[in-house]
């Protein structure tokens, strides 16, 4: 039976037992609430700590922080100080299909939570542990996204080559360790319905920042030497980066020889793209400074609006550099309908972030708004 927060979709009759909190695990859950899943999430006496994280909240009072990732989802509050809240903790892991929990590792064991007590009563369960730095050696290290960022080698790489070390402006990692949580959970679900058993599910900000990194990674491991910060340049590409226009700023990202011509053509310096410096990606590469100052000469004759428009026009990447705002107006315009309006109780409109992930048959479809505090209360139906 669907309940409240439930839909047709996916996911629906899937349960989620969800004790995590903050950010990678919340973000990780939503996604599963889109697409149908009955997520409840477990909260303490006061609730999720991001729902203190305020300024700024909705138009509901509520932290926008909390709001972003905890849509769709029901509210059990339960204190695990309490043995008979611990008593219904273990009730609703025994029934859940999905797990998902990121404490420190060992505590959920202090509470005959961990994988191998629950899956001793719920073999079917798929149980999810999101850690910042695994089991073994980093157990007991904090896992915040800064320091995963710094300790990671994002930091390295981020920044004006001349300057600190810089962190990406959102919590990064953590949302991508949450969408590694999504596609490892959704493994397990595939493989319990050809083995008839569930699994544990790990993932960690670590590891999952060192596969972000990508060609950053792949150059460090086949050479052997750290790439450094080039500000907003590209290692291996060149022009790909941050230019002044007259008014505000923008990125060119010039990919090939073609487009490099097409570039200098629009600047009216079509002979750039014979001159023996910039001939071939590599070349611009190596002579990057000196190609720098000739086409930010040309990029500061007029407003960035109007080159954008000529660019784009003769099909070379360029983009203004837009603020949080203007980023949604744009995805607007281009029909992505990066935005969903969810009703709250009493019909106060709250305007969420869509799921990215569009399916043709069975599209996300968020239940609802996050939820007050132990909104779901009796309301669970054991099953």
């Not at 029901?74 to 903790?89: G, I, K, Q, T």
């Not at 010039?254 to 590599?282: E, H, I, K, S």
């Amino acid at each position: 039976m669907l309940s409240d927060g439930e839909h047709d979709g996916v996911l629906s009759g899937v349960r989620v037992a969800d004790f995590s909190r903050v950010l990678a695990g919340p973000y990780a859950t939503m996604m599963l609430a889109d697409f149908g899943a009955d997520v409840i999430k477990v909260e303490p006496p006061g609730g999720d700590e991001t729902r203190a994280w305020t300024p700024p909240v909705d138009a509901r009072g509520q932290s926008t922080y909390f709001s972003g990732v905890n849509r769709g989802k029901r509210s059990l509050v339960l204190d695990l100080n309490r043995a008979e809240d611990v008593a219904a903790a273990r009730r609703l892991a025994r029934e859940a299909d999905i797990v998902v929990e990121n404490f420190r590792p060992g505590v959920m064991a202090r509470f005959g939570l961990d994988f191998d007590s629950v899956r001793a009563e719920n073999p079917m369960a798929i149980f999810c542990s999101i850690t910042g730095f695994g089991g073994g050696g980093g157990a007991t290290l904090p896992g915040y996204d800064l320091l995963v960022q710094a300790v990671g080698g994002l930091m390295s790489i981020t920044g004006p080559a001349d300057g600190e070390p810089s962190k990406v402006g959102v919590a990064l990692v953590d949302v991508l360790t949450g969408l590694n949580a999504v596609t490892g959970i959704l493994l397990a679900l595939r493989e319990r319905e050809r083995a008839g058993a569930g699994q544990r599910v790990e993932v960690d900000l670590m590891t999952s920042l060192l596969s972000a990194l990508a060609n950053q990674a792949s150059s460090t491991l086949a050479t052997g030497r750290a790439p450094t910060r080039l500000g907003n340049a590209h290692p291996s590409i060149a022009p790909y980066e941050l230019f002044d226009a007259s008014d505000r700023p923008l990125v060119i990202a010039v990919g090939n020889d073609r487009q490099f011509a097409a570039l200098v053509g629009v600047l009216g310096a079509p002979d750039l793209a014979g001159d023996p410096r910039f001939a071939t990606n590599q070349l611009r590469v190596h002579n990057r400074d000196a190609l720098r100052a000739l086409l930010s000469a040309r990029l500061g004759e007029r407003v960035a609006g109007e080159w954008v428009e000529l660019l784009t026009s003769a099909r070379v990447p360029a983009g203004l550099v837009n603020d949080v705002a203007e980023a949604f107006a744009f995805a607007e315009r281009l029909g992505l309908e990066p935005v969903v309006e969810l009703l709250a109780a009493g019909g106060a409109p709250v305007r969420s972030t869509a799921n990215p992930i569009h399916l043709s048959a069975t599209p996300a479809r968020p239940g609802g708004p996050s939820p007050e505090l132990g909104s779901a209360g009796a309301a669970v139906a054991w099953r």
